[in-house]
């Protein structure tokens, strides 16, 4: 773990008290710096009046946190890694001085919670536990930090009283930073040892194909299917339902798994749409794919029945898509380059197959079908562009195989200073991916993908910045400037250096150094999730301005922005482009 990383592991120190000139303020205020060590200030905050709401929070806040510590004492405690030893101690003592500071707001308030280790259950006796036991009780950890996170934005919302806001803001970076370390642990304890069951292997490699955020619809049970995904022909074609049931895959033999994601087959011999990434999947291995099968096998049976596909004549005939994998689809396992390392391979492997990051990153032809000599040049996808993975001096262009690796597991980039390498945060199709797949992958597989993408060479020349230029507007300039003087400046500061890695900043930002404007425009009208169990990233927030600026004004920051910090993308970005892309939201079409 470097010094960043354990930075951002570190809480707040915020004394909860009463006015500072009091004795017992600063006394609080002593105590919590001692519990919770960190480089924040301290910062004092007067008791306020709680209501029943905020009484009942404080409550389940405080079971939160006994639940956590109880779980790091009896079964991470008797760890058999290092890494599994290091989060129960992490967990331990964080938790353990969060329920100390919670004690301390209640007190305040007339509320007595009992001391660690004397509340019903809290007793760190318990039985050993097997490696399965501990990956399934991470799973259950992750679910309860994502809900507490939930929580405690809502309480933030509608608290008035500030020590117990206080110690909102002191806590929800350190629920956050759990939640990511349980993450990545639970991703190394299944997929690191050799031994580990086909099972546990399959589920991780699910994660790394992100299949269940395409086959899972907005409320609908995990895997069953009925997602939306409209075609640029116009129509509609929904997910399958990939469970194990009777309307799922339930009857699928092995041999049909293979056939499916190597050959684009049903067991009918009836060729898959290609929204379904076959073309990629065709490179997984046979063990890999048998290892998805085994897991698929194991989720919950769901008898849903997603609606058949509403497409414009002739795509819905099945004879338009022989006749276009007979074209554009050549299937065939991945093979390695003996040339080169087993980590770029591994890299390679991962991008080229299951992760099919092609399906986004690179261009298509009028057959919707990925033109091979541009792979992973970059393309448009749902009002945003993915950015070339090439090297041609915008997307990764400026990251390190380091950063890069960061930026893939967090979604944003943390550079080791100010100003010193890239800085940008992933929002739209990208923060997804991180989110659902990306932020689960084992160390050693976003390094091996960051190689392998870090070596691949331009295959076209960059164009010259003038002929991706207008001639800037002087007026939607100024514009630009008083609206980010109002708006931004708080958060991204008049320098643009933003407040890393809560905010990042435009200087350097690959966002707004894209030849192409889509990015800053579709980041302005979209902002990120509200709902921090929906957010890609525990530390980015920014809201959308769709309601708050018009078309003009939305171009005119976007143009400021370019012009500023884009370097040799600085150009005009025409009202056209936030109206279009607006419109295009309202209807649904784009990633909200």
């Known amino acids: 773990m470097n010094s960043t990383q354990h930075s951002m592991l570190t809480l707040l120190a915020i004394a909860v008290a009463v006015p500072a000139s009091s004795q017992a303020a600063e006394s609080a205020a002593q105590r919590f710096a001692t519990q919770f060590p960190g480089p924040g200030q301290v910062i004092v905050a007067p008791p306020g009046k709680l209501d029943a709401r905020d009484r009942a929070f404080i409550e389940q806040a405080a079971a939160y946190h006994r639940d956590q510590v109880r779980a790091a004492k009896r079964v991470f405690a008797r760890a058999d890694t290092q890494a599994t030893h290091d989060y129960a101690t992490r967990v331990d003592h964080d938790q353990s001085s969060a329920y100390a500071k919670l004690s301390e707001v209640a007190a305040m308030q007339g509320i007595t919670l009992p001391e660690l280790g004397q509340a019903s259950g809290d007793s760190g006796a318990g039985p050993d536990s097997s490696a399965t036991d501990k990956t399934s009780l991470l799973r259950e950890t992750i679910d309860r930090h994502r809900a507490e996170l939930a929580r405690f934005e809502r309480e933030r919302k509608q608290s008035k009283a500030p020590n117990l806001n206080a110690y ?27 031994d580990q069951t086909q099972v546990e292997r399959g589920r991780y490699l699910a994660r790394v ?57 049903s067991p009918d011999g009836e060729p898959y749409y290609p929204a379904f990434p076959y073309p990629s999947f065709t490179k997984v291995s046979d063990e890999d794919a048998l290892a998805i099968k085994a897991y698929l096998d194991t989720v919950k049976p769901s008898g849903y029945v997603p609606p058949k596909p509403d497409l414009p004549w002739p795509l819905g005939l099945r004879d338009v898509l022989y006749a276009w994998q007979e074209l554009y689809f050549k299937p065939g396992r991945f093979k390695p380059d003996s040339s080169k390392s087993d980590a770029w391979n591994r890299g390679a492997y991962l991008v ?86 990306l932020s689960y992958l084992s160390d050693d597989d976003l390094r091996a993908m960051a190689l392998y993408l870090k070596d691949l ?129 309202e209807q649904g079409e784009y990633l909200k």
Not at 386 to 404: H, K, M, T, Y
Not at 409 to 431: D, E, L, N, R, Y
Request: proline share 8%; with cysteine; aromatic share 6%.
């Open 457 to 585: 060479p331009p295959v076209q020349e960059q164009p010259p910045a003038t002929a991706r230029q207008r001639a800037l507007d002087p007026k939607m300039y100024a514009l630009g400037e008083s609206l980010y003087q109002g708006w931004c400046v708080a958060c991204h500061r008049d320098s643009g250096q933003g407040r890393p890695p809560y905010v990042p900043g435009l200087r350097n930002n690959p966002v707004v150094k894209d030849a192409k404007a889509n990015n800053v425009v579709m980041s302005l009208l979209i902002g990120s999730p509200a709902d921090v169990t929906q957010a890609y990233s525990p530390y980015v927030r920014m809201p959308s301005f769709a309601e708050t600026l018009d078309d003009t004004e939305i171009a005119a920051v976007a143009t400021y922005l370019r012009a500023r910090w884009g370097g040799d993308s600085s150009a005009q970005v025409p009202v056209s482009l936030p109206a279009r892309l607006r419109a295009q939201l």
């Open 209 to 265: 194909g992100d299949c269940e955020s395409c086959h899972t619809r907005d409320g609908g049970e995990p895997y069953a299917g009925g997602r939306a995904i409209k075609t640029p022909y116009g129509g509609v074609i929904y997910s399958a339902n990939i469970t194990p049931s009777p309307e799922g895959i339930g009857g699928f033999t092995d041999k049909d798994f293979l056939t499916a994601l190597h050959e684009g087959l």
């Open 352 to 437: 080229e197959g299951l992760g099919h990051c092609g399906a986004c990153h690179t261009p298509r032809n009028l057959a919707s079908a990925k033109i091979g000599a541009e792979a992973l040049t970059g393309a448009m996808r749902q009002g945003w562009h993915a950015p070339d993975l090439r090297g041609l001096g915008e997307g990764i262009s400026d990251f390190s195989v380091d950063d890069l690796a960061e930026f893939l597991q967090s979604g944003h980039a943390k550079p080791a200073k100010i100003g010193a390498g890239p800085q940008t945060a992933a929002m739209g199709p990208m923060a997804e991916v991180i989110h659902d797949s």
């Open 168 to 194: 909102i803001d002191a806590t929800t970076p350190v629920i956050e930073e759990h939640l990511k370390l349980a993450r990545r642990l639970l991703s190394a304890m299944t997929s690191a040892d050799a």
